[in-house]
């Protein structure tokens, strides 16, 4: 027969709870032990740094800029609407980067942060991200919704080159 452990109210009501402080650069921590205590030796300040990946090839388009860079573009454009706590828009970043390197020259490719310019992306019904729009002459020719193998984008965009 397996045996069983139970531990009194009492053990609960004897143990206190030990807050860290806020400022853990500045305070030593120990830690209460059956014989004494474990303090942790005083580190040099953390730094922390956010993962960035490197420079986007895309431009980034704001409501600012929409009319110049995208429907007075001469040349066909390529309009990725992302946000930034959205996961599958990195998949796609990582896939324009690449596009906007290849048809250099042949489209321009940019970004907009659906966050910071709603009413864009509110004009061409974009209800979720990630959404790529190909534009030729000013007008919307191409979408393609969610995130998809690069062939697809790939194929809309030489669909908006050959119109």
């Given amino acids: 027969?397996?045996?069983?452990?139970?531990?009194?109210?009492?053990?609960?009501?004897s143990t206190s709870l030990h807050h860290f402080p806020s400022n853990l650069n500045s305070s030593r921590i120990s830690f209460p032990?059956?014989?004494?205590?474990?303090?942790?030796?005083?580190?040099?300040?953390l730094t922390l740094k956010a993962f960035s990946s490197p420079e986007s090839k895309a431009a980034v388009v704001t409501k600012d800029t929409w009319e110049k860079s995208i429907l007075n573009s001469d040349?066909?454009?390529?309009?990725e609407f992302y946000a930034s706590w959205c996961g599958p828009c990195?998949?796609?970043?990582?896939?324009?980067?690449?596009?906007?390197?290849?048809?250099?020259g042949k489209l321009n490719c940019f970004v907009l942060n659906t966050d910071n310019d709603f009413p864009i992306a509110e004009d061409y019904e974009i209800k979720a991200v990630p959404v790529v729009l190909l534009f030729k002459n000013g007008e919307k020719?191409?979408?393609v919704v969610g995130t998809m193998p690069k062939d697809f984008y790939i194929a809309a965009i030489e669909r908006v080159l050959k119109s």
């Fill in 33 to 45: 032990l059956k014989n004494g205590s474990y303090k942790l030796p005083k580190q040099p300040a």
């Fill in 75 to 79: 040349s066909p454009v390529l309009v």
């Fill in 90 to 104: 990195t998949m796609v970043h990582r896939i324009i980067d690449d596009i906007a390197e290849e048809y250099a």
């Fill in 141 to 143: 020719r191409e979408s």
């Fill in 1 to 13: 027969m397996a045996s069983s452990t139970s531990i009194a109210p009492s053990y609960f009501a």
